[in-house]
């Protein structure tokens, strides 16, 4: 981040992001956008949970995004953490507020950086500011369905193996999870029904322009 002035504001205090939250450059593969239970959450986000979005620009270029991060609210109902993980938190946080009922908790969804500005240790930074608005918000803990950024080059390792994997130092193997736990985050459990993307054969030939033409297991890049 070395020459970059960094700001980080909540949608609410910000509006003028709300336009443009998704034209900005990400590394989002196409089938992950096709989760259908993310549209509960991200379809209202702008009238919803404007608190709940932090958006960063550079001075240098004010008003053009360079990191977003998302979070929502969801009744934990004092027991563990759900295992559809980012659906279920997701479809809480939208069951609460269609019910008129109180949430109690709070998960990060999404931090996406810029592409061409991958590396310098935004999502690190973001990751903090999504904590301490968790805290401006009232709460006493963050939790998050955190997608592991190394785990497709291992399709066939189990979940359950990849994620309690640790280097030589103790912290995670994977990347991402190392910056949870840096910033102090401990892993919990798998949570093995998230972010479910079901569709046709035609779907997935278009989300992935693979030939689905044969029976059998099939390895998706960027899948898990």
Aim: proline share 8%.
């Amino acid at each position: 981040m070395s020459g970059m002035a960094i700001r980080i504001t909540t949608l609410a205090e910000r509006p003028e992001f709300a336009a443009t939250l998704w034209d900005m450059d990400h590394t989002w593969h196409r089938f992950m956008l096709e989760d259908p239970v993310a549209d509960l959450y991200y379809a209202v986000v702008k009238t919803a949970y404007p608190d709940h979005v932090l958006v960063a620009d550079d001075d240098a270029e004010p008003g053009r995004l360079v990191a977003r991060g998302y979070m929502t609210p969801f009744v934990s109902d004092g027991g563990e953490l759900p295992d559809s993980g980012w659906d279920g938190v997701i479809r809480s946080g939208w069951l609460a507020r269609e019910r008129g009922l109180p949430t109690d908790a709070v998960s990060a969804l999404e931090i996406t950086v810029r592409r061409d500005l991958l590396g310098k240790g935004l999502s690190a930074v973001m990751l903090g500011a999504l904590r301490d608005q968790a805290a401006r918000l009232g709460h006493h803990e963050l939790v998050a369905p955190v997608r592991p950024n190394l785990k497709h080059l291992e399709p066939h390792t189990p979940m359950s193996e990849y994620a309690y994997r640790t280097r030589p130092d103790g912290l995670p193997h994977d990347a991402w999870l190392r910056v949870h736990v840096r910033a102090g985050g401990k892993i919990v459990k798998v949570a093995p029904r998230s972010m479910v993307v079901a569709g046709t054969l035609a779907e997935w030939r278009d989300w992935t322009g693979l030939p689905f033409d044969r029976s059998g297991p099939v390895e998706v890049p960027g899948a898990l």
